[in-house]
């Protein structure tokens, strides 16, 4: 089996939402994460093509503050109501509480989830999308089902986080992480001029974005791994890497499609130009 990832959320054609575009999509297949860190410029494209938006907590403050000066020719009311999360979640120690007011008001839950200690707002926040964990019979998740016409789907063809980069070290190499820990779902890590992903052990094929590059990189975070790989100025050849020894980091994407073969998972990190 190819896996195969492409970047099609980040420059979504005039007149086409991303789920339409996305090979193989039905109806609501994409999903929107806003993480409390500042948003890319690319945040106003991916929000209006996704089906579903979930803010992390203080996420909430950013896309309630952040948004609008993406978008400074509209007026800030309107541009606020138009990108209206579906749900705010997590321990909730960072959202405002006037920003929790005001989405409040306009019929946004607002769940409470700290009493689990033992996962991020992110983690929380997949498992809302994928209809797993503690919100299997949670009543927000039902709410939220019902104002999507029961469309909370768990086979979603990407779920991008937006602010995943930047910031506190330990945030960063958490959200590695968790590419790790959900390694079936169809994450991607963007923010703080980067696009990062997990490539599968095995075959992948990626088709990156005009917006993506020349600037990436491979890199095992999980011990060792064998890969090779066309499509890049430097390819690899059946190369080891390892953290603490060779990895791909500094390379260029130089070919419209690059092919990656690898006996274990590899982190693929390009550069945002925005």
């Known amino acids: 089996m190819v896996h195969k990832l492409n970047s099609v959320f980040l420059t979504p054609p005039a007149g086409a939402s991303m789920a339409e575009q996305l090979p193989g999509s039905t109806s609501q297949t994409s999903a929107v994460i806003v993480l409390n860190w500042k948003l890319p410029k690319i945040s106003t494209t991916v929000l209006e093509q996704a089906s579903i938006c979930v803010c992390a907590d203080g996420g909430a403050n950013r896309l309630y503050d952040e948004i609008p000066k993406l978008l400074p020719n509209e007026d800030a009311a309107a541009v606020r109501k138009r990108f209206m999360p579906h749900v705010i979640a997590g321990d909730l120690d960072s959202v405002r509480d006037d920003v929790r007011e005001y989405y409040g008001?306009?019929?946004?839950?607002?769940?409470?989830?700290?009493?689990?200690?033992?996962?991020?707002?992110?983690?929380?926040?997949?498992?809302?999308?994928?209809?797993?964990?503690?919100?299997?019979?949670?009543?927000?998740?039902?709410?939220?089902?019902?104002?999507?016409?029961?469309?909370?789907?768990?086979?979603?063809?990407?779920?991008?986080?937006?602010?995943?980069?930047?910031?506190?070290?330990?945030?960063?190499?958490?959200?590695?992480?968790?590419?790790?820990?959900?390694?079936?779902?169809?994450?991607?890590?963007?923010?703080?001029?980067?696009?990062?992903?997990?490539?599968?052990?095995?075959?992948?094929?990626?088709?990156?974005?005009?917006?993506?590059?020349?600037?990436?990189?491979?890199?095992?975070?999980?011990?060792?791994?064998?890969?090779?790989?066309?499509?890049?100025?430097?390819?690899?050849?059946?190369?080891?890497?390892?953290?603490?020894?060779?990895?791909?980091?500094?390379?260029?994407?130089?070919d419209a499609t690059v092919w990656i073969e690898s006996d274990a998972d590899l982190v693929w990190t390009t550069e945002l130009t925005e």
Not at 135 to 157: C, F, I, Q, T
Not at 166 to 184: A, E, P, V, W
């Open 105 to 254: 008001s306009l019929g946004v839950p607002v769940v409470d989830l700290s009493h689990d200690q033992d996962s991020t707002d992110l983690m929380k926040s997949i498992d809302f999308l994928t209809n797993s964990g503690a919100w299997k019979e949670h009543d927000a998740l039902s709410r939220v089902k019902e104002s999507l016409g029961g469309g909370v789907h768990p086979d979603y063809n990407v779920i991008v986080a937006l602010g995943a980069h930047g910031g506190r070290l330990d945030h960063i190499l958490g959200n590695l992480s968790i590419l790790h820990m959900y390694r079936d779902i169809p994450l991607v890590l963007c923010g703080d001029g980067n696009v990062t992903r997990l490539v599968r052990q095995g075959q992948t094929e990626i088709t990156p974005s005009a917006m993506e590059g020349p600037m990436c990189g491979l890199i095992p975070l999980r011990g060792q791994a064998t890969a090779s790989s066309t499509g890049l100025k430097w390819n690899l050849k059946d190369t080891k890497m390892q953290i603490g020894g060779l990895v791909s980091t500094c390379n260029r994407i130089q």
